[in-house]
C-alpha cells in the first residue's frame, strides 16, 4: 500500500527549519560582532578603567586565545554530547560574560567577562557548522553554510562600525548590555529551535575524551596567539614573545606524539592522511590571515596616512561588508550545483587581485581606491567562504565532522589572529622605509604597502592549497 505524504508534518518541517536557520544565523552574527566591536572604543576603555594601552589590549587578547582553545574543543565535544544542550550552555555563557562586561568598573574583571564571552562565542561557528552538516544533505547544505559563512563576515566587517557609533553616543558598557539582551533571545531560540541529534560517538567504550590531548592543542593555539601578540608589541626578539612562540612549538610537538598514542585521540591521526581536508584548513587558515589583515589595517591606514576620523575609517569597510552580505547565500546555492572547488579558486583569484592593488596603488592614494580594493576582498571572502566549509565538509566521514570541523574552524580564528599580529609588526618595521619591496608602488604609505603585500604572499599560498581540494562538480544535484 502507498504511503501518501502528509501535508501538515511536511510544512512543520519547513517551519521548524526556517526557525534553526533563523536561529544560527543570528547568533553567528551576534557572535562575530562581539568579537570586534570593543575595536574602536579601546582608547575610551582605557581612559575609563585608568590602563596603559597594553593593558587594554587584553580585552581583545583574551577573547582571541579563547576562541583559539574553544573552537577545535567544542568541535570534538559535538561527537560526544548531544548539540542543542552544547549550543544552549555556550549561548548562556556568552550572556553571562555580556553582563560580567557590562557591570565591570575595573579593567580585571572586564577582560574575565571578555573570556567568558569568548568561552561562549567560541562554540557557535563551529556547533553551527556540524548541526547543518548533519541536519542537511549535502547537495543542499551550501545554501544553510553561505547563510551562516555571510553572517561572519558581516559581523566581523560591522562590528567595529557598530562599536565605534554606539560606544561614542552611549558609552562602552552599552555594547555588553546589547549583547547581554540578545544573547538571552539565542538561549531561548537554540533551545526550541535546534533538533535533538545523537552524538557520533554513542558506544560506551569509545566515549572516553581526550581531555590531555585538548589541552594540549588548546594550549598551543594559546601560546601561539600569545607570542603574535607579544611579538606585534614588544617585538618578535623579546623574551615573551619568544617564549611564547618556543612554547607553542614544544606543546605541539606534544600533542602530535598524544594523538598517535592516545586510544581514542583528542583529533584522529587520519584526519591529517586526508589531503583534501588538509588542503582545506590550509586554504581557510591563509585566507582569513589576509582577509582579516585587510579588516584591521585598512582602517588604520585612513586615519594615518589620509588624516580621516575613525568613524569616517571605518565606513570604508562598508563595502566589503555589503558584498559579503549579499553574495554569500547566493555563492552557498551555486556551491550545491557546481561544486566548491571552482568558487574556491576564484575567490582567491580575486582576493589576490585585490591584495596588490591596495599594496600596488591603494596605499597612501584616495579613499575611494582603497574601498575598491576592501570591496574585492569582500567579493572574494563571499566566493570562498562557505564553499571552503562545504569543501571541508564533504571530505570527512559522518564521525569525523566533530573533530574535523572543530580543527578547521580553528584554523580560520588561528590565521585572523595571527594575520593581524604578523601583519602588523611587519607594517611597524616597515614604517620608516624609504624603498618599498613592491616595485609597482610609487606613493609614500611604504609600510602599508609592504604589508598589503604579504597578505599577497599569503592567498597565493592559498591559492595553491586549493587546486589539492576534491574536484566535487556536480550534475544535476548528484556527486
Known amino acids: 500500500m502507498k504511503t501518501k505524504s502528509n501535508p501538515k508534518t511536511f510544512k512543520q518541517r519547513q517551519t521548524s527549519t526556517k526557525l534553526l536557520m533563523l536561529v544560527l544565523v543570528l547568533s553567528s552574527l551576534l557572535a562575530a560582532i562581539t568579537v570586534d566591536m570593543v575595536n574602536p572604543v579601546l582608547g575610551l576603555i582605557g581612559e575609563s578603567l585608568s590602563a596603559s594601552k597594553s593593558q587594554v589590549s587584553w580585552v581583545v587578547s583574551g577573547v582571541a586565545l579563547f576562541l583559539a582553545i574553544g573552537v577545535p574543543l567544542y568541535g570534538r565535544l559535538s561527537d560526544f554530547y548531544e548539540l542543542r544542550t552544547m549550543f544552549v550552555f555556550a549561548a548562556s555563557l556568552l550572556s553571562l560574560g555580556s553582563l ?16 567568558v564571552q569568548g568561552a561562549g562565542m567560541s562554540a557557535i561557528p563551529v556547533l553551527s557548522i556540524v548541526t ?27 562590528g567595529p562600525i557598530f562599536g565605534g557609533v554606539v560606544g561614542q553616543i552611549w558609552g562602552w558598557s552599552s555594547l555588553f548590555r546589547i549583547t547581554f539582551i540578545l544573547s538571552l533571545f539565542i538561549v531561548v531560540g537554540s533551545f526550541h529551535a535546534l533538533p535533538i541529534i545523537k552524538p557520533a560517538i554513542e558506544d560506551e567504550n569509545e566515549r572516553q575524551f581526550d581531555l590531555l590531548g585538548g589541552a594540549l592543542l588548546g ?45 581514542t585521540p583528542f583529533v584522529p591521526p587520519i584526519l591529517f592522511k586526508n589531503k ?63 561544486g566548491s572547488r571552482s568558487l574556491i579558486l576564484a575567490g582567491l583569484a580575486v582576493m589576490g587581485i585585490s591584495t596588490l592593488h591596495l599594496s600596488s596603488f591603494a596605499a597612501g592614494a584616495s579613499p575611494l581606491l582603497v574601498s575598491i580594493g576592501v570591496m574585492g576582498v569582500g567579493i572574494a571572502f563571499a566566493l570562498l567562504h562557505s564553499p571552503a566549509n562545504n ?10 565532522v566533530g573533530a574535523g570541523m572543530g580543527l578547521f574552524q580553528g584554523a ?46 599569503t592567498v597565493i599560498i592559498a591559492l595553491i592549497a586549493a587546486f589539492g581540494l576534491r574536484n566535487d562538480k556536480r550534475i544535476d544535484g548528484s556527486d
Open 100 to 115: 560580567i562586561c557590562a557591570q565591570s568598573a575595573s579593567l580585571p574583571w572586564l577582560v574575565f567577562g571578555r573570556m
Open 132 to 158: 547543518i552538516s548533519k541536519v542537511f544533505a549535502e547537495g543542499k547544505r551550501g545554501t544553510a553554510l553561505g547563510l551562516v559563512a555571510g553572517c561572519i563576515g558581516i559581523g566581523t566587517a560591522f
Open 219 to 263: 594550549l598551543a593555539a594559546g601560546l601561539l596567539l600569545f607570542g603574535v601578540t607579544q611579538g606585534e608589541a614588544a617585538g618578535f626578539d623579546s623574551f615573551s614573545a619568544l617564549g611564547g612562540l618556543l612554547g607553542a612549538v614544544f606543546v605541539l610537538i606534544g600533542f602530535i606524539w598524544r594523538i598517535r598514542k592516545a586510544k
Open 276 to 338: 583534501w581536508y588538509v588542503n582545506a584548513v590550509v586554504v581557510a587558515f591563509f585566507s582569513m590571515f589576509a582577509y582579516f589583515a585587510v579588516l584591521v589595517f585598512v582602517p588604520l591606514l585612513l586615519v594615518e596616512v589620509n588624516g580621516l576620523a575613525p568613524g569616517q575609517a571605518g565606513l570604508a569597510l562598508l563595502p566589503g561588508g555589503m558584498a559579503v552580505a549579499l553574495l554569500s547565500p547566493w555563492i552557498g546555492r551555486i556551491s550545491d550545483r557546481i
Open 391 to 400: 569543501a571541508a565538509v564533504g571530505a570527512l566521514e559522518q564521525d569525523q
Open 412 to 457: 580560520l580564528y588561528l590565521g585572523a589572529g595571527t594575520g593581524a599580529g604578523i601583519v602588523g609588526a611587519f607594517l611597524h618595521s616597515r614604517q620608516d622605509a624609504g624603498v618599498p619591496l613592491n616595485p609597482l608602488y610609487q606613493l609614500h604609505a611604504v609600510g602599508y604597502s609592504d604589508a598589503f603585500l604579504v597578505t599577497t604572499i
